[in-house]
C-alpha cells in the first residue's frame, strides 16, 4: 500500500495526514496529528520569525516525521502558509528544514491556499453557489464558488492571531462596533463581492469548526460529522453573544471549547458573523475538509 503524507504548517497549529488512495480513486484517511504551536505569534513587527519558533516548528516536523516513517509513508508533501510566506527570513527557515530533515517545504500564495480549500469543498459538499470562508491563525482567504467554478479569491493579513491582537477587549461594545466598522470597509474594497448577495458561507479550517462543536456542546465532537453541517446566522450570533457575556476564566471553560482556543475565538467569530450580515447569508456551513484534503483531490484528479 502506497500511503502518502502532507504536513502543513499553519500559523495556529502543525498538522499531519497521513493517507492511501484506493483503486477507486478515493482517499482514505490513516491517520493525522496536530500540534498548536502559534507560529504567527513568533513574527516581530517587522516579519521575522524569531527563532524560538522556528526551533518548536523543526521539533514538531521531526516528530511528525518519525510518524511518517512508523507508517512507512512514500513521499511527505509539505507546505506552509501565511506566517511562513509573510516572514522576511522565510529562505533561511526553509533551509533549516531541508538540511536538518530532509524536507523540502513549499510555500503556498494566498490564491493556492484558497484553491485547495475551494477543491475540498467541490469534491465533498454539495454547495455550488457560495462564498467560502478560510480563518486560519494569519490569514483570511475569501472565495467566490459561482456554479461549482472558482471564480475570484482574495488573501488578507486577518487570521485569528492578528483579529485577537488588534480587537483584544472584544467584550466592550465599543471595540464591537469597532471591529464591525473594521470588516466592513475591508469588504466593500473588494470589487468583486456584491454586499447582500444572499450566498450561504462555507466556513473552511479550525475556527469553523470550533463553532461548530461549540454549537454540539461538545470540543472533542469528531470532525467527520461536522463536515457539511449547517448553522443559521442567528445561532451563530448567539454563541457570539453568550461567549461575549463570561469572564476571560469563564471563556476557558466554555462549553466546546479548548482552553487554547478560546484565548483567540471572540475576535474571529465576531468576523465571521460581520461577514454572514454583509452578505445576507441565511447559513454558515462547516466544511471539516480544507487544504490538506484538497492537496490530496489534486493528486487524484491528476491521476485521472
Not at 533561511?92 to 531541508?98: A, D, F, G, L, T
Not at 461549482?148 to 479569491?153: A, H, P, V, Y
Not at 454549537?215 to 467527520?224: I, L, S, T, V
Request: hydrophobic fraction near 40%; charge should be neutral; proline fraction near 1%.
Amino acid at each position: 500500500m502506497n500511503r502518502g503524507a502532507i504536513i502543513d504548517i499553519g500559523s495556529n497549529s502543525v498538522r499531519l495526514i497521513i493517507y492511501h488512495i484506493n483503486e477507486h480513486s478515493n482517499f482514505e484517511v490513516i491517520d493525522e496529528a496536530k500540534e498548536t504551536i502559534r507560529l504567527g505569534s513568533y513574527l516581530t513587527k517587522n516579519n521575522y520569525l524569531i527563532d524560538d519558533g522556528i526551533e518548536i516548528a523543526i521539533n514538531v516536523l521531526k516528530r511528525f516525521k518519525e510518524i511518517c516513517q512508523r507508517y512507512e509513508v512514500v513521499e511527505i508533501y509539505v507546505v506552509a502558509t501565511e506566517a511562513v510566506r509573510k516572514a522576511v527570513n522565510r529562505s533561511y527557515i526553509c533551509n533549516r528544514i531541508e538540511s536538518e530533515l530532509g524536507l523540502n517545504v513549499n510555500i503556498l500564495s494566498g490564491k493556492e491556499e484558497a484553491r485547495y480549500g475551494y477543491l475540498a469543498v467541490k469534491n465533498s459538499m454539495k454547495e455550488k453557489d457560495a462564498v467560502l470562508l478560510d480563518l486560519g491563525g494569519s490569514s483570511m482567504e475569501i472565495t467566490l464558488m459561482e456554479k461549482g467554478e472558482f471564480k475570484e479569491t482574495i488573501s488578507l493579513p486577518l487570521g485569528c492571531i492578528p483579529l485577537t491582537k488588534m480587537f483584544n477587549n472584544i467584550e466592550s461594545d465599543d471595540e464591537n462596533i469597532e471591529l464591525e466598522k473594521f470588516i466592513n470597509n475591508k469588504l466593500d474594497e473588494i470589487s468583486w463581492l456584491t454586499k447582500n448577495n444572499k450566498l450561504n458561507v462555507i466556513g473552511i479550517g479550525g475556527i469553523a469548526k470550533h463553532i461548530g462543536r461549540v454549537a454540539k456542546g461538545d470540543k472533542n465532537y469528531p470532525k467527520e460529522s461536522l463536515h457539511d453541517y449547517s448553522m443559521t446566522r442567528e445561532e451563530v450570533s448567539k454563541i457570539y453573544s453568550d461567549f461575549l457575556k463570561l469572564s476571560i476564566n469563564e471563556r476557558n471553560n466554555f462549553k466546546g471549547l479548548s482552553k487554547k482556543r478560546a484565548e483567540i475565538f471572540a475576535a474571529p467569530l465576531g468576523a465571521i458573523l460581520v461577514i454572514l450580515r454583509y452578505f445576507n447569508s441565511e447559513k454558515f456551513i462547516i466544511s471539516a475538509l480544507g487544504l490538506r484534503e484538497g492537496i490530496i483531490y489534486e493528486e487524484i484528479i491528476n491521476k485521472k
